[in-house]
């Protein structure tokens, strides 16, 4: 069974910059999909980027694009994501998940992720 543990979150200005951290535990990550999502106030759970463990490609959610990175480091068996130039409208609860099927890092479907991180929140004050 695969656990996640997110880290990184807090209180940014508008225009700061964050990186979250998700530690991936309960089996070595030698292929698979992670990613990140988030989930603003009041509103449904949305996906924000996702990578392909072994191959290392990238996806991302077009408000995000050239803002924010996804990463990996395979030797701690962790991934990042690194936020930059951060809007109000960024504020939300970030979740990291990850899947064993490497595939589905293409896809940015909730659904298709099976093991889930707690969340973390990332505030934005404008």
């Known amino acids: 069974q695969v656990q996640l543990a997110e880290s990184g979150g807090g209180l940014v200005q508008a225009g700061g910059s964050l990186r979250l951290s998700c530690a991936l535990s309960?089996?070595?990550?030698?292929?698979?999909?992670v990613a990140w999502f988030r989930q603003p106030p009041g509103k449904g759970r949305e996906f924000v980027a996702s990578?392909?463990?072994?191959?290392?490609?990238?996806f991302y959610q077009g408000s995000v694009k050239g803002r924010f990175t996804i990463s990996r480091n395979p030797s701690e068996n962790t991934f990042y994501l690194q936020m930059n130039s951060l809007k109000p409208e960024d504020a939300a609860v970030y979740y990291c998940a990850a899947d064993p099927e490497e595939y589905v890092w293409e896809f940015g479907e909730r659904r298709l992720f099976h093991h889930w991180g707690q969340g973390t929140q990332v505030t934005v004050s404008s």
């Open positions: 309960g089996r070595t990550f030698s292929t698979g999909a």
């Open positions: 990578l392909a463990w072994s191959a290392g490609s990238t």
